[in-house]
């Protein structure tokens, strides 16, 4: 067998908003899961939430372990770093791996400060001119 052809660990993405109580609130993050499994880019994209609605994040990560993933990319759709991604999501983080000790599971940074956030600020600003 050649080393490219060797079977890499399959990774899932884990998209992780607050919930609300609005189902259109909480519907944008499930229709962005769609339309990024959709793209190919990653075959495994699960929507979950902190709170407020469902899935919650042990049953979104539940998920894609059942379809096959063996790393987590763990994806806040937060805009900075506060209290619910620097204490909630990382013990939320820790606590899937010790229950899923042959997965991984990787917290990413929140979406902003970014270059880009900053451009779809300004291009909001530039809609309502």
């Known amino acids: 067998m050649r080393n ?6 399959s990774t899932a993405v884990l998209l ?11 519907g944008d993050l499930l229709a962005l899961a769609r339309r990024l499994e ?3 880019a990653h075959p495994i994209v699960e929507a979950c939430f902190l709170e407020l609605a469902e899935p919650d994040i042990a049953t979104g990560a539940r ?7 063996k790393r987590v990319l763990m994806i806040p759709y937060f805009l900075s ?7 909630d999501l ?5 606590q899937l791996a010790r229950e899923h000790a042959r997965a991984e599971f990787r917290l990413a940074a929140p979406l902003g400060p970014h270059a880009l956030l900053d451009q779809l600020v300004a291009l909001r600003i530039g809609e309502i001119e």
């Open 4 to 9: 490219d052809a060797i079977a890499q660990p």
């Open 16 to 26: 992780i908003a607050h919930g609300s109580r609005q189902p259109a609130a909480n």
């Open 38 to 40: 959709s793209s190919g």
């Open 63 to 69: 998920r894609c372990l059942e379809r096959g993933a």
């Open 81 to 87: 770093a506060g209290v619910h991604l620097l204490r």
């Open 90 to 94: 990382t013990a939320a983080r820790d």
